[in-house]
């Protein structure tokens, strides 16, 4: 069986990060500096984003960069 | 102090996890279907390479996507 691809464990991960910290994708987008749309887009496996942006989300969300990858939650 | 960025720690394991499974960039750019130019600027910190292409590499070195994110190496 294929396994779930990166966009689907990216995203959802982003997903329960945010919502662990207890904040909007609108506070999120503040902290990171990218558009209210991409972290929005990012959350639904829409957007196909690079290590900068990856790295922009970790330290809004002040997280470590392996737990947007973890593959069991 | 500023933390080690995004690009440098995704290289280094990079370059790492490709000496450890013993195999060269060209190997690797047949496996993961990336040209060999594009592996050779990954592990130089050059390329600010996306999610899909993280997933290409991951699945050529046969490793979890974690271990490209670790910091303590």
């Known amino acids: 069986m294929e396994k779930n691809n990166i966009l689907q464990i990216f995203s959802k991960n982003m997903k329960r990060l ?3 910290a207890r904040i ?5 987008s503040f902290r990171s500096g990218l558009h209210k749309n991409y972290i ?7 957007r ?3 290590l900068k942006a990856i790295e922009k989300l970790a330290r809004g969300l002040e997280i470590n960069l392996t737990e947007f990858f973890m593959e069991n939650n």
């Open 48 to 50: 196909n984003i690079s």
């Open 18 to 20: 945010r919502q662990n």
């Open 24 to 28: 909007t994708q609108e506070e999120l």
């Open 40 to 46: 929005s887009d990012a959350e639904r496996g829409k």
